[in-house]
């Protein structure tokens, strides 16, 4: 339990060194991490301990098995046995018909048709602004930025913002931070099968704890938040407005509907070419290295220099002894790569089933190199105005990675008892 500790006290003192000199006497930010801290240990004891709660995310996790599985018979209907259909052919010993990009990442498609419905129906903005005031009581956040944290949780980087996009060209610094931190600290619903499919056979309620992971992961980013960068208007309301057309970004359902298939079918070329792209860069970056002499005996690549640069990072989360290495080198091709990559790597490490869970809470987000180019481009595409992003998300990118370090530490600190 002692690492976890340290851990945890060591990322919220880092983020000091980000904070604004004169926010450190100001008694009011200490008492919003305060409380803070309060609800993330209220909230991890109880999605570990109570079983309503632990039921409540169980049924939750099945939900999104249950769209996965509906995504599958889109992809039988159209690629066949590529799609994960039943092969014309006797699959040899050994080998696998898993196809990633015809059977996993179509899921996306699915997710981005309901967010899209959802959020014309208000149900989306309904919830997320219910969860968002709790967040607005707590942090002292403007009511918009409670609810873009709500969102969060569950819908992706660019879409939770969209549901404040009247107000993005006004926002201050402070605000801005947190949506930019908010953008790699958690990941989206619509790839949580991707990542749950990676684990499966290995971590029987891995969606489970992937859920627990985006809600802890916006806790802590709204912790670290409020230590480097203080709202400067604590206490304001900011009531959304409300014309229909501000908070309704589609005129019609079907008009929703066919922008959350056209947005699916993008996010998910995007994330298969991504994957090719960086997959390629990583092989070709690791030839180059591959001329340097080995280390330990084993070449040198990118994942493992980020590896032993996460090292601590995972001696710090409360990883055993025996695992520290390899969820390191997990960490690294996170850092380096993306998080779907770690996943894969991560049902492949011969790790223990407690490792594995932490490691969970420590990969469930957006945070590696080449998100930062497409936050900085997607935000900047929303917010025309905005001319602070590319300043704010470098560290915006150190907040979400503390973030994420508070998130596995307060995991392992309760699997500790």
């Given amino acids: 339990m002692f690492r976890p500790i340290l851990g ?135 009511e918009s930025i409670g609810m873009v944290a709500a969102a969060r949780i569950f819908v992706g980087q660019f879409e939770a913002p969209l549901l404040i996009k009247h107000e993005l060209d006004t926002l201050k610094k402070s605000d801005l931070f947190i949506i930019l931190a908010l953008s790699f600290t958690t990941a989206s619903a619509a790839v949580m099968p991707i990542y749950a499919g990676a684990l499966e056979g290995i971590c029987p309620n891995a969606m489970r704890h992937v859920i627990m992971s985006s809600v802890v992961s916006v806790i802590s980013a709204l912790i670290i938040c409020s230590i480097m960068a203080p709202s400067e208007e604590s206490g304001a309301t900011n009531a959304l407005p409300t014309d229909a057309n501000s908070s309704r970004p589609y005129t019609s359902f079907m008009g929703a509907l066919s922008k959350g298939l056209s947005d699916g079918c993008f996010v998910w ?43 601590p990072f995972a001696w710090l989360i409360g990883i055993e002894s025996a695992d520290l290495f390899a969820v390191s080198q997990v960490l690294g091709t996170k850092l380096a790569v993306n998080e779907v990559v770690a996943y894969f790597d991560l049902a492949k490490a011969n790790i223990s089933q407690e490792s594995v869970v932490k490691t969970i809470y420590a990969i469930t987000n957006f945070g590696n190199f080449s998100c930062i180019g497409i936050t900085v481009g997607g935000m900047a595409a929303l917010a025309p105005a905005q001319k602070d992003i590319p300043v704010l998300i470098g560290k915006a990118f150190v907040a979400a990675l503390l973030a994420t370090g508070l998130s596995s530490t307060i995991i392992s600190i309760f699997f500790s008892f």
């Fill in 269 to 311: 070329w995007c994330i298969v070419g991504s994957m090719i792209g960086m997959v390629a860069l990583i092989a070709f970056v690791n030839c180059i290295l591959a001329q340097f002499p080995s280390i330990g005996g084993s070449p040198l690549t990118l994942q493992s220099i980020f590896g032993l640069i996460m090292y």
């Fill in 8 to 142: 945890y006290i060591f990322f919220l003192a880092v983020s000091l060194a980000f904070c604004n000199k004169s926010a450190i006497k100001q008694r009011q930010n200490w008492s919003i991490v305060l409380y803070g801290v309060i609800l993330q240990v209220v909230l991890v004891f109880a999605m570990i301990n109570i079983p309503a709660v632990i039921s409540f995310f169980e049924c939750m996790a099945n939900g999104i098995m249950k769209l996965k599985d509906a995504t599958i018979e889109g992809t039988r209907f159209v690629f066949g046995y590529l799609g994960g259909g039943d092969p014309p052919f006797q699959v040899k010993e050994g080998s696998s018909a898993y196809i990633l990009g015809f059977q996993a990442l179509p899921t996306v498609i699915l997710f981005c048709i309901l967010s899209s419905v959802l959020t014309y129906l208000k149900i989306l903005p309904f919830l997320s602004k219910g969860v968002g005031y709790i967040f607005k009581v707590v942090f002292k956040v403007r």
